[in-house]
């Protein structure tokens, strides 16, 4: 999974733009491509989260999809084992 932060957030649309850690083009990312773990949360994301994600097909053309943010992000299995 890629890493970046959330750069532009549009409340009001539900959509925003991701810069990868890595560098490249920044992402599109379509609150229907957030996963949230805690209910109390919704699929909004804020600027400056960092974020990991998948890069996806959607109607229009890639984008992020599976955006979760790092402090909800599952922990490897791998990773998990080695604690």
């Known amino acids: 999974m890629a890493i970046g932060t959330v750069k532009v957030w549009s409340k009001g649309n539900g959509f925003g733009w991701i810069a990868p850690d890595n560098g490249g083009h920044r992402v599109y990312v379509h609150r229907s491509g957030v996963v949230r773990r805690d ?16 890069i996806g097909q959607r109607p229009k053309g890639l984008a992020a999809i599976n955006v979760k943010t790092v402090e909800t992000a599952a922990v490897p299995v791998e990773a998990a084992a080695e604690a």
Request: proline share 6%; net charge negative; no cysteine.
């Open 39 to 54: 209910p109390e949360r919704s699929a909004w994301l804020e600027v400056g989260e960092k974020v990991e994600y998948q």
